[in-house]
């Protein structure tokens, strides 16, 4: 543990505070209105919670990967549009630069994210490349003392509040895998990058995401991610390791309220003369839901600890991820179908989460992808001998 257990827990205990009296409270508004209020971003700031997995001598909070953890639990116990807010800050946004960037790269930009003067975005993904992300096409092509980038990037969560992209491009044409990909560190506003309308999405509203174009856009040299070529990939790659696991986090988070919720309108819905938690095809399912909810609450931690202890956590780190979300899909069908008819309508949160959770499947990795990642690992460990 980076901080003592009473100031972990009086943080633990903050943040849970923060979600019942200031976020919960709001859900409904930040739905309507397709935006996190700016007053709660602020108190957001105040209490640090864009700094958590940046480093103490950087302005963050120094967190380790199983104390962020246990913080997600927490703040995934309401929307993810709030979460989503600080999230790129503290992951994908972020993390490439504590991981891989230059001393000087570090200096310049974590203070400004760990305060959240600066939101962080990472722009990976292309209309083109989505799962198979090393077919990414993106140019960035070295003139000078300068690179000029072309290219799209689709889906780009803050992209529409980002004041710097973690953004990967191809600097080796000759190299159309994964060693022809670099990272870079793009600020903006600036010529040559143009943001796309925000995209229409199914849930998570107040969650932003949109296109990223770049038409001959120059950045100088120095913002080539650790000042190496060639490297980008892997950045990404392991920016996203240490993502699923708190992907997996929040849908913990998420999971514990649904079953909250669905519990309390088990014990106050009155059917055929008594509550419906009296039921045992209802108890089944509320059963069901806290056993899975466990279990990967479990796993997250043990997998965070492996991080934090150094491990290569790719393998747990899928399961996690593939565990969680499929998880909260089910629990969140389940919590709509306690609700009954009332889980259908806006008014109770079930609906609404339904249509949250759905997302958790699909970025950072699909399903399907991990799985891939899991038995090609499987497999590799296999061949090299390795007992796991
Ligand atoms: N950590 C460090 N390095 C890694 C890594 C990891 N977790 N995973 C792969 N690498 C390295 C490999 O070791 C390999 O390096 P060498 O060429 O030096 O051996 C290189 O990266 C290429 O790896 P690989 O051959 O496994 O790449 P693939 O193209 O086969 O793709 C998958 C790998 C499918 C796992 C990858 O494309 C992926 O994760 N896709 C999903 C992308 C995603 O999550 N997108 C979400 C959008 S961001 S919100």
Redesign the pocket.
């Known amino acids: 543990m980076a901080l003592d257990r009473e100031t972990l827990d009086q943080l633990v205990g903050t943040v849970r505070r923060f979600v019942r009296k200031r976020l919960v409270p709001n859900e409904t508004r930040v739905e309507d209105d397709d935006q996190v209020p700016a007053e709660i971003v602020a108190e957001m700031r105040e209490l640090g919670l864009f700094g958590m997995a940046i480093p103490a001598e950087y302005g963050g909070l120094g967190l380790n990967l199983e104390e962020e953890s246990l913080i997600a639990f927490e703040f995934g116990q309401t929307s993810p549009a709030y979460r989503s807010v600080v999230g790129t800050n503290n992951g ?1 946004g972020s993390q490439g630069i504590v991981f891989d960037g230059t001393a000087a790269q570090k200096q310049a930009y974590l203070p400004r994210l760990a305060s959240g003067d600066l939101v962080g975005s ?1 722009a ?2 292309e209309p083109s490349a ?5 077919s990414l096409i993106t140019r960035a092509e070295r003139h000078g003392d300068d690179y000029i980038i072309n290219g799209t990037k689709r889906y780009i ?1 803050n992209a529409p509040h980002a004041g710097l992209f973690t953004l990967m491009a191809r600097t080796d044409p000759s190299n159309k ?3 022809g990909i670099s990272a870079f560190l793009v600020e903006a506003p600036r010529p040559g990058l143009k943001l796309g309308r925000k995209d229409k999405k199914m849930g998570q509203r107040g969650t932003h995401t949109c296109d990223v174009v770049f038409e001959d856009c120059r950045v100088p040299a120095s913002a080539l991610m650790g000042g190496a070529e060639g490297q980008g ?2 950045t990404a ?2 920016v ?2 240490r993502g699923r696991i708190t992907i997996a986090a929040t849908c913990v988070g998420v999971a514990e309220r649904l079953i909250l919720d669905a519990l309390d309108y088990a014990r106050e819905r009155v059917q055929f003369g008594k509550p419906i938690a009296e039921f045992q095809l209802v108890q089944a399912m509320l059963a069901d839901s806290r056993a899975e909810a466990y279990a990967a609450r479990c796993m997250t931690i043990d997998a965070a600890r492996r991080f934090d202890q150094g491990q ?1 956590v ?1 393998t747990e780190a899928a399961c996690c991820k593939m565990f969680a979300s499929e998880m909260v899909g089910r629990v969140a069908d389940r919590a709509v179908q306690i609700h009954g008819g009332s889980g259908y309508i806006a008014a109770y949160s079930a609906e609404r989460f339904y249509r949250d959770v759905r997302l958790f499947r699909l ?3 699909t399903t399907q ?1 991990q799985q ?2 899991i038995a ?1 690992n499987m497999i590799r460990d296999a061949e090299r001998g390795r007992d796991r």
Do not use: H, N, P
């Open positions: 994908i990472f990976l993904t989505g799962s198979d992300a090393a969560t895998g994964a060693g990939f892997k790659m392991k996203l390791d290569i790719s970025y950072e990795g992808i891939l990642v090609r």
